[in-house]
């Protein structure tokens, strides 16, 4: 069993920036992916960006060059830099991890609780 602990949430003015972070825990799984979603009120929850294996990034349109996601190997955390913020950011941003647990080799996902985002003057 893995868990996720999501932080970093808030409230921020346009323009400001915030850094989420999330912790994955737990034995025997190794990851193959970490990522971040959003679901704004009222719409889908949306991919905001992933890296994967090696560290192959991927973004949202909507995002590109404003957020930046990094992973930490060593306590096994994923990071979303969010800069330039705007008030279409504001959402519940959610960890996503896919695991290989090692006991039988199969693929897991897990999600975060999810972290407030909000972006307002």
């Known amino acids: 069993q893995v868990q996720l602990v999501e932080s970093g949430g808030g409230l921020v003015q346009p323009g400001g920036s915030l850094r989420l972070s999330c912790a994955a825990s737990g034995s025997d799984f190794s990851i193959t992916a970490m990522g971040w979603y959003r679901q704004a009120p009222g719409k889908q929850r949306e991919a905001v960006a992933a890296?994967?294996?090696?560290?192959?990034?991927n973004y949202a349109d909507s995002v590109k060059g404003r957020f930046t996601i990094s992973r930490d190997n060593a306590k096994n955390t994923v990071y979303l830099q969010m800069n330039s913020l705007k008030p279409e950011d504001t959402a519940v941003y959610y960890c996503n991890v896919v695991v290989t647990l090692r006991a039988s080799w199969r693929a897991r996902e897990y999600w975060g609780q999810g972290t407030q985002v909000t972006v307002s003057s």
């Open positions: 890296i994967i294996g090696g560290g192959t990034t």
